[in-house]
């Protein structure tokens, strides 16, 4: 059932800028990408098409996924937050396109202000328009967020999370990302659930998105692997903070992230000094954000061959 | 064969308090030692019987062993870097004492100038010494440092640290402790070396000493779990660093720790509200230390009782 192979999408476009304030220009981001895709890094979330006045380091999304696409051998996604959003995506031509529902109905209304029940429906239209309007080159990924639970509504039901995977593959899902938002996920948890999750995807890919908020990200990863999870979002630097908990972290560390893969000779594609490089002018764009990463901080064992 | 019954032996007096200029007081050694088992800590690691004019932070070793001595409830053990240091941690009456050698014998070289071998035979005469004194009510903990790679000669043969084990054990150590001194180590190789020593040890307790160096350290907590380790090493805010890497980690974190225990149903017995309580104190007795950790930053989640 499971390969050494991993997939690693890099998020830090999309889930760690939208917590930045200062811009970076289009053509940042799009060295970004190319870097990344030189670095090995075949996936990632490039942008989000939310209304620019909700998040204005977005306005540039649609240029952003063209010149994304332009990358050879990149896999360009973006997050969606409606079917309006999806319809902009979709013009572009995007590869994939991700829509995120909550498996906290509390957080759902919070987050866009509709009922989790009300985003599937959403989603099942975003599907109905993209079959109809010819577009299935674009694959469709559906996320389940809080579903290890809530800053809002605290515990979250295993079940309510696996009936809303059903209802998404019932809705035509190509994918299916399970995520622990606030970082609240741990190992024996993540176990459990992707196990259960596993049971209902068949062929479908299932990729997993942890933050590290309370320091279990890496060993929530290593729960996922224990159960053949094989994909993972991850930000470089782990740049983008934790908008429920102040001065906290947000999504693993992309180049900590490629170091636990390779270490135990599972094979990301990714060079960890290539991303380092990277990282390094990241910094040098966005001073004043915190940056996270133990290889930066104290660089590669001896024994390490990556 | 396992139980959800952990064990965690805090180290920060010892491996955090080696790496620290600031000193502390013994009567601050001990508040810290006195609140760690009214937080519900029952094992403390709580000084090294290295000479003051290597380490002087530790000139106050046998009054810190005498005073945690006091402290009803509580297992104290101290490190001992040779026979003399032995006999001075026998003469205070501690429950445990703790000898160290690296499976890399060029780590063992730099660390205490002789070959591991002849650290081995310094072990055999350390149980000798305390067996003819008739001081059996000390247990013996023989570890093994650098177990999972070293900075000094990379790569460590899993077999020579087997073999060590089973020399210790011949010797007559009470408890084996395996260490990932320089943060090398990985989940796979966790859980092979880990199940092979757990081979050897047979009703000998066992524990698992990991540092965070490159960001590994609850991954390989996850790892070490999983194979049937209950007792680990940690210290209180990630005190210590990494002399091998400036800047870098260094122990894992014991609130961490304790909180990855908790949150998947695993029993500690302490509560982290205190630890944290204790953290605080910490930090203004050595205000220019770094301190890590998680849960300091980010807080609980909602959903944990503990």
Redesign the interface.
């Given at each position: 059932m499971t390969t050494d192979q991993i997939h690693i999408r890099e998020v830090g476009l999309r889930d760690g800028l939208q917590m930045v304030s200062t811009f970076l220009s289009t053509e940042q981001k799009l060295e970004w990408c190319r870097r990344m895709r030189a670095a090995g890094c075949t996936e990632i979330e490039v942008t989000s098409f939310v209304p620019a006045h909700i998040v204005a380091q977005f306005a540039d999304a649609a240029d952003v996924a063209r010149g994304a696409l332009a990358i050879e051998g990149l896999k360009a996604s973006a997050l969606v937050p409606n079917l309006k959003g999806a319809q902009r995506a979709f013009e572009t031509g995007l590869q994939q396109v991700h829509y995120v529902l909550s498996a906290s109905n509390e957080h759902n209304l919070k987050n866009v202000r509709r009922s989790t029940a009300e985003s599937v429906e959403d989603f099942r239209r975003i599907v109905k328009f993209r079959d109809e309007s010819g577009q299935r080159s674009t694959a469709l990924s559906a996320g389940v967020a809080t579903a290890f639970?809530?800053?809002v509504a605290?515990?979250v039901d295993e079940s309510a999370v696996l009936d809303l995977v059903s209802q998404l593959l019932e809705c035509g899902a190509d994918e299916i990302a399970i995520a622990d938002t606030?970082?609240?996920a741990?190992?024996?948890?993540v176990r459990r659930l992707m196990r259960n999750v596993l049971s209902l995807t068949g062929d479908k890919p299932v990729i997993c998105h942890f933050h590290?908020?309370?320091?279990?990200g890496?060993?929530n990863?290593?729960?996922a692997?224990?159960v053949g999870i094989r994909r993972f979002d991850s930000s470089l630097g782990g740049l983008g903070g934790?908008p429920f908990?102040p001065?906290?972290?947000g999504n693993i560390?992309t180049e900590?992230t490629v170091?636990?893969m390779e270490?135990?000779?599972l094979k990301t594609g990714i060079d960890i000094d290539a991303l380092l490089d990277i990282r390094k002018t990241l910094t040098e764009w966005l001073p004043n954000e915190p940056f996270t990463?133990?290889?930066a901080?104290?660089?590669?064992?001896?024994?390490c061959a990556v």
């Open positions: 639970g809530c800053t605290g515990r606030v970082g609240y741990n190992p024996a948890q590290d908020t309370r320091g279990l890496l060993a990863v290593t729960a692997l224990d934790c908990a001065n906290a972290t560390n900590d170091f636990l270490s135990q000779g990463g133990a290889i901080r104290a660089g590669l064992p001896k024994t």
